[in-house]
């Protein structure tokens, strides 16, 4: 397979709504006859991208920043010199982000050429005060979403960068384009850090009574925060949790709990101010 026809697509996905894109962007790269492999960042390997003509990087929005697992795993990219490179993100409708160019900035370092991005509005994987999924209930928080429209869009989008890619047209997209629809808000990032958003999201709680010492929590941290202790008990190093709470949805028990009613009145102040930042694709 000539190098201008093979294609990787790396995402981190936490609930799915990322993955869900990279599995379209797959399929939509088979079709136009690319030879693809994809893998997650967690785990992939950098030694066999060896020369894509194409390389698709994904992740979600973590309030308005790449997750920290994500950055860990952009970290790994090899060198990339000659290939194009397409960007894309998925988030829950509330903090309008500068995931897209950060991502084609990561993909430029290793010497790719990005020709365009997209960040769509999926279903928010944070629960509401009852224990409803916010993405499944309210449509401000991305139910049904991305529809037909946007995941046609989408693996248009995929389509057009790849003919570029053949073609080694790499001229006319500038990742500028990418930043955050509202630089306002999003230039608040640089005083108010994840990290400080993040206390004030509800902790993970661990109910020793209801453990059943499955290891499903310790399993599933990809931060490495939860730690045995004696007995079936679990300590939560709050310093190093991100606040993901895949934790919590993976325990068949309710050992782990979080105070979600808290987080949803914080994510609706904060829709009060952003709004709803909406979809965005750009290859053009």
């Given amino acids: 397979m000539a190098r201008n026809k093979t294609a ?44 894509p003509g194409l390389v698709l990087l994904g992740t979600p929005t973590h309030f308005w920043a790449v ?21 894309f993100s998925t988030f829950g409708n509330v903090f309008p982000s500068e995931v897209p160019y950060v991502l084609a900035k990561a993909l430029e370092k290793q010497g790719a050429k990005v020709l365009g991005g997209a960040a769509l509005v999926a279903p928010h994987n944070f629960l509401d005060g009852q224990g409803h999924r916010l993405g499944e209930v309210y449509q401000e928080f991305g139910k049904d979403q991305p529809d037909e429209t946007h995941l046609t869009a989408f693996a248009g989008a995929v389509q057009s960068v790849a003919e570029k890619a053949e073609k080694k047209d790499y001229s006319g997209f500038d990742i500028q384009r990418l930043k955050s629809s509202k630089p306002v808000l999003t230039f608040m990032d640089r005083f108010l850090p994840v990290e400080w958003e993040l206390k004030a999201l509800a902790p993970v709680t661990f109910d020793a009574s209801k453990c059943q010492d499955c290891g499903l929590c310790v399993q599933n941290c ?3 925060s939860i730690t045995n202790g004696s007995g079936n008990t679990k300590t939560i190093n709050p310093k190093t949790c991100k606040r993901c709470y895949t934790c919590a949805r993976q325990c068949p028990s309710g050992a782990l709990t979080v105070d ?14 952003v709004g709803s930042p909406g979809s965005r694709i750009i290859d053009r």
């Avoid at 869900?20 to 030694?47: H, R």
């Avoid at 979600?260 to 101010?273: P, S």
């Fill in 260 to 273: 979600w009613a808290r987080n949803e009145k914080l994510l609706r102040l904060a829709k009060k101010v």
């Fill in 222 to 224: 990809n931060t490495q």
């Fill in 67 to 87: 997750p920290a697992m994500a950055r860990k795993g952009i970290a790994r990219l090899p060198d990339l010199s000659g290939a194009a490179g397409f960007v």
């Fill in 8 to 51: 990787w697509i790396l995402y981190y996905s936490n609930s799915g709504n990322t993955k869900n894109l990279a599995d379209l962007a797959e399929e939509t790269l088979k079709d136009c006859g690319w030879a693809v492999e994809s893998a997650s960042l967690m785990d992939f390997d950098p030694a066999e991208i060896k020369n």
